[in-house]
C-alpha cells in the first residue's frame, strides 16, 4: 500500500509546526518544506493534499514569498491558511489588500455548513485571526464559505478543483473546531485513510533498522532525556545488545537522575544492551572551578562532555553506527525543512560525531514530533515517569546555577528541585504546566532562623507555559502550593534562606535562569 503524505508549504509564519501536528493528529504523515520547494519534487512526492501556512509577508508586495499557479492544476487537493489563504486568491486571479487596522484575537465565525470543509462544524463558533491583509476580492470560481464580522471572506472555495481558503487559523486551539477542519480536509477532502500510527512506526522502524544493521556494531550517547531513551529502547528492541550505550555523568543532573537511568537501562534494568556509565562528576566541577560566564560554562560543560564520550568510544573501538536522537523540529529549526528556520544549535551536543569513529548515523526518531515520541515511548513499554520527563538542558545545572558552579551549590539546587517537583506533582499539575525548576541565584542576604541571622542564598522558582519553548508565559501557581514549597525549601535544604518566584516571560527572558 503506497504511503499516505500530506505537504505542508511553509511561508514562515510562527504557527507551522502546529499546522504539521495537527495533521499528524488527524493520523495523517506530513512532511513541511520551504515555499522555494521546486513544483516537480512536489509531484514526485505524490502527496495526497497540499496545506499553504501562513507567514508573515504581503502576497501582493514584490519580492513576497510566492508559489506557481502550475501547484494548483496537479489535481491534488490545496488548502490555504492565512497567508496561504491570501496568496492562493491572489495567484488565481482575486484580490487582496491591507487592511485598516489588523484583525488580531478570537472572532465570531459564522459558516456555510454545506462545505465539505465545515462538514459536523456548527454553523457559528470562534475562530483564532492574525492579518493585516484581507481578501478583498475572491478568485474567479471561488464561493464565500464563511465570514466574522470584520472579515467578508473568512473562508472561500472552488469545490471542482478542490480548493480551499482559510483566513484564521484552525490550527490553534482558540479556534474551536479548528482540529476538526482540518480533518475534514485530510481525511475527507483529501481522502486520507489515516494509517500514520505509532504502533506501526515501531514494527516499520524495527525492522528497518535491523536489514541497515546487520551484524554491526551500534553507539549511542544516552543522556537520560526523552528522546535519546526512546532512540536506544527502539534500537534496544531491534538489534539487542549489539548496540552499546554510554551514559556520562556529569554530576549536573537532578537528584537522582543518574542513578536513575542506571536502573531503566542497566544491567538490573529491563534491557538487552550494554550499558556503560561514566561518573564524570569530579572531573566537570574541576573544569568549572572559577568559570562564572554563562557561554564560558556552556562550553566547558559541552567540551568535557565530548572528551569523555571519546574516551569511551576509544575503549570500544571502530563502530559501524552512530545513534542520534535527532527530532523533526531540530530538523525543521536547523534549516533543513521548512522556512521559519530558528536555529538552536546551543541546544545539540556540537561535534560529537567527529570524535567517534563510525561509518553511518542513525536518526530513527527525525520524522517525529515531540509528541509523537513519546507515544513511541510508551508503545515501547518505557516508563511513563521518563516518557513524559520535561525538557532538560544538555548542561544540566549548570546553567541553573547562577555564576560559578561548585558541589554544595549543586546539592542546593538539586534538593530544592526535588522539593518543588514533589510538591507540582502532589498538587496535579506536572502535566499541566511544561517546564518548571529551581535554580539557584548567586545572591546571598541577611535571614533570621530562630534567634540567629543567616547569610544565605536566594533560590529561584521557574515554572513555565509553552508551545513552542521560543516564547513561554509563566504559571499561575496556586498560591498554597508556591507557600507549601516555599517553606519546605527553606526547612529542608542548608543555606537558602529564601525562595523567589520569577514571573518573566519569554521573551525578553528566557526559560532557563541563566
Ligand atoms: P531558553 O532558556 O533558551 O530555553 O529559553 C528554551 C528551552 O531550551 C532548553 N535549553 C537548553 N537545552 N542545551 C540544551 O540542550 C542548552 O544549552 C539549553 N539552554 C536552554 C531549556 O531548558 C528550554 O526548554
Not at 549511542?220 to 550505550?245: E, M, R, Y
Not at 568510544?313 to 528556520?341: M, R
Not at 530513527?364 to 518505557?382: C, M, T, Y
Request: net charge negative.
Amino acid at each position: 500500500m503506497e504511503k499516505e503524505l500530506v505537504v505542508v508549504i511553509d511561508f514562515g509564519g510562527q504557527y507551522n509546526q502546529l499546522v504539521a501536528r495537527r495533521v499528524r493528529e488527524c493520523n495523517v504523515y506530513c512532511e513541511i518544506y520551504s515555499y522555494k520547494v521546486n513544483l516537480e519534487k512536489i509531484k514526485a512526492l505524490k502527496p495526497k493534499g497540499i496545506i499553504l501556512t501562513g507567514g508573515p509577508a504581503s502576497c501582493y508586495e514584490e519580492g513576497a514569498a510566492t508559489c506557481d499557479k502550475a501547484l494548483f492544476e496537479l489535481g491534488i487537493p490545496v488548502l490555504g491558511l492565512c497567508y496561504g489563504a491570501q496568496l492562493m486568491n491572489h495567484v488565481l486571479g482575486g484580490e487582496v489588500k491591507r487592511a485598516e487596522v489588523r484583525e488580531y484575537g478570537k472572532a465570531e465565525l459564522k459558516v456555510n455548513t454545506s462545505s465539505p470543509l465545515f462538514q459536523d462544524v456548527p454553523e457559528d463558533s470562534i475562530c483564532w485571526m492574525s492579518h493585516f491583509d484581507y481578501i478583498a476580492k475572491t478568485a474567479p470560481g471561488f464561493e464565500i464559505v464563511a465570514t466574522t464580522k470584520d472579515c467578508p471572506v473568512a473562508a472561500d472555495q472552488c469545490i471542482e478543483k478542490n480548493l480551499y481558503a482559510i483566513q484564521f487559523h484552525p490550527e490553534v486551539l482558540h479556534t474551536q473546531y479548528g482540529s476538526k477542519m482540518l480533518y475534514n480536509f485530510v481525511r475527507n477532502i483529501c481522502g486520507c485513510r489515516g494509517d500514520w500510527r505509532m504502533d506501526a512506526f515501531v514494527e516499520e522502524q524495527v525492522k528497518a533498522i535491523r536489514e541497515k544493521v546487520g551484524n554491526g556494531k551500534v553507539l549511542c550517547a544516552l543522556s537520560g532525556g526523552v528522546d535519546s531513551s526512546v532512540a536506544a529502547v527502539l534500537l534496544s528492541k531491534a538489534i539487542g545488545n549489539q548496540l552499546t550505550c554510554v551514559f556520562v555523568d556529569h554530576g549536573l543532573l537532578r537528584k537522582d537522575e543518574g542513578d536513575e537511568v542506571e536502573a531503566i537501562f542497566g544491567p538490573k534494568g529491563n534491557y538487552e544492551l550494554n550499558f556503560i556509565r561514566v561518573n564524570a562528576q569530579q572531573r566537570f566541577y574541576v573544569k568549572l572551578a572559577g568559570a562564572s560566564e554563562p557561554e564560558t560554562k556552556r562550553k566547558i560543560i559541552g567540551e568535557e562532555f565530548i572528551r569523555v564520550f571519546e574516551e569511551e568510544a576509544k575503549k570500544i573501538g571502530a563502530v559501524d553506527f552512530l545513534v542520534q536522537g535527532t527530532i523533526y523540529p531540530d530538523i525543521v529549526e536547523s534549516g533543513l525543512g521548512g522556512e521559519s528556520a530558528v536555529i538552536k544549535s546551543h541546544h545539540n551536543v556540537g561535534g560529537l560525531p567527529d570524535c567517534v569513529d563510525f561509518k553511518e548515523i542513525i536518526e530513527p526518531l527525525r520524522n517525529l514530533f515531540k509528541d509523537e515520541v513519546r507515544q513511541v515511548g510508551l508503545e515501547l513499554g518505557i516508563p511513563e515517569k521518563l516518557v513524559f520527563r520535561q525538557p532538560f538542558p544538555g548542561p544540566g545545572l549548570g546553567v541553573r546555577i547562577v555564576g560559578e558552579v561548585t558541589e554544595e551549590k549543586v546539592r542546593i539546587v538539586q534538593e530544592a528541585d526535588a522539593i518543588y517537583r514533589e510538591e507540582i506533582a502532589k498538587a496535579g499539575l506536572d502535566r499541566e504546566i511544561n517546564q518548571y525548576f529551581a535554580a539557584l541565584t548567586n545572591m546571598r542576604s541577611v535571614g533570621v532562623m530562630g534567634d540567629e541571622r543567616t547569610y544565605d542564598y536566594a533560590v529561584a522558582l521557574r515554572a513555565v507555559n509553552t508551545i513552542d519553548f521560543m516564547t513561554a508565559e509563566a504559571s499561575e501557581i496556586p498560591w498554597p502550593v508556591l507557600h507549601k514549597v516555599t517553606s519546605r525549601i527553606i526547612n529542608e535544604v542548608g543555606h537558602v534562606n529564601r525562595v523567589l518566584y520569577d514571573i518573566t516571560s519569554k521573551p525578553p527572558g528566557t526559560i532557563e535562569l541563566e
